[in-house]
């Protein structure tokens, strides 16, 4: 059967997502736990494939596996096999054709700034610590003309592939609480490599005062990386959620993108 | 002159505040800091002597030293060369004969539980993990009878030096989040060595129904550490703040203790 699985991490000590030759990744971990679980080799294809050092609540994956374990049971008994920063939060039976990057859906992500005169230690692994002021009104201008469906070849790293750099952002917010957390929440129906911290780096620029929110329409309509921002660090990224239709249409989130 | 920090630290990675032999401390990061920083021999007295793994917001501490440099500029100097886990959020001169132990004020601590089917990575540094339910009326009604000024000997540890048992609670609050996230906010004039871990162990077995909110007022009168629950782990703990009086009256924090 095929079972879909959404998984938690921290990703602080991993070197992201995707297997690769130098240093370990969630994928990684993923595929030598479910292989010596089941007794039987097994590969999981991911969602998103987050960047070294991006987190997740809710990344999903997919694997194929020949078992009598109820699929509702296994998230449990993996649990206990899995190390602290890595959890699965839940696991189903899903349909043989089911894939989780090709699969019609939307994501949602956040970006967590902390804007204080001083870094706190223990936010330090899951936002970005920024001294200077940030203008939160001046951000949420500009993060509004994000909206909508968009090239955003400017906002994409140089070393995306893809077929196309049209993406739909549904909603891009930006908030600060009480503890001077700024929050950039954005959803949309994919990203394309780098997409959300480059926003995240551009939106900082204009809360600093360095690129002015109306800006951003030209930035979009450039076509060009180097207008845009710098790209923010990875450890402000967090995965917050993958909402599947339930309709079979596919190929709406390309199969090339990463953040 | 004598100079005032705060301090907030992850203490993770800590054997907790004070200084000993075996293991790595905050003060002792800080002693050394201070001390190669002014070239001086520095050490620091602290407010809270929290325990190996306990996080602290605002913990505070005091030292003498001799130098020109403007006290409220030593915070940003610190940092420069104190690890990432520990940040200096505030310094200031005050008077000869202010002591952060001695000095009468106020603490709050919060306790967090994370009360849901899975563990999240991401919160695993600063929270329990718990998953069965727990019923927070329970615990919140099983709070109100630890409010007020009471002989806490049930809610210490039997290794606690000090010289009376009377503490005084000005609040304790149980809230829960959307995020599944149990808060334990608790105010108070100073802390037996271990109260608040005690207090959220006991508040855990009134949540999941082993102990009757109502039986907190016997724990109380019993004067009896084997009558409330276990100690709670020490991660989901921290220090949020210390308030001073702005009089002078001292020894209402009790010298010896520690949480």
């Given amino acids: 059967m095929r079972v879909k699985l959404v998984v938690a991490y921290d990703g602080t000590a991993y070197c992201g997502w995707q297997i690769q030759p130098n ?129 955003f070849t400017s906002f994409s790293s140089i ?23 700024i929050t950039i929440h954005i959803e949309g129906n994919g990203f394309l490599y780098n997409m959300v911290r480059i926003i995240a780096g551009t939106l900082i620029e204009v809360g600093n005062g360095r690129i002015e929110p109306e800006a951003v329409k030209d930035i979009l309509e450039a076509k060009d990386r180097s207008k845009a921002g710098p790209t923010a660090p990875p450890e402000g990224l967090m995965l917050m959620d993958i909402q599947y239709d339930t309709s079979n249409n596919k190929n709406v989130i390309d199969s090339k993108e990463t953040t």
């Fill in 159 to 181: 070393h995306a592939q893809t077929n196309t750099f049209v993406r739909r952002v549904y909603c891009c917010d930006v908030e600060k609480d009480e503890g001077d957390m």
């Fill in 23 to 151: 240093g370990i990744t969630v994928q990684q971990v993923l595929n030598e736990t479910l292989s010596q679980f089941f007794h039987q080799e097994i590969a999981v294809v991911g969602a998103s494939r987050t960047d070294s050092g991006v987190h997740a609540l809710c990344n999903v994956c997919a694997f194929d596996v020949d078992t009598r374990m109820p699929a509702d049971k296994i998230s449990y008994a993996l649990n206990q096999f899995l190390p602290d920063d890595i959890s699965v939060v839940a696991s189903e039976e899903v349909d043989k054709d089911f894939h989780p990057r090709f699969q019609k859906g939307k994501k949602t992500y956040e970006y967590k700034i902390l804007n204080s005169r001083f870094p706190n230690p223990v936010e330090r692994l899951y936002s970005l610590f920024y001294h200077r002021s940030l203008d939160v009104e001046r951000m949420k201008k500009a993060a509004s003309y994000l909206v909508g469906e968009h090239d």
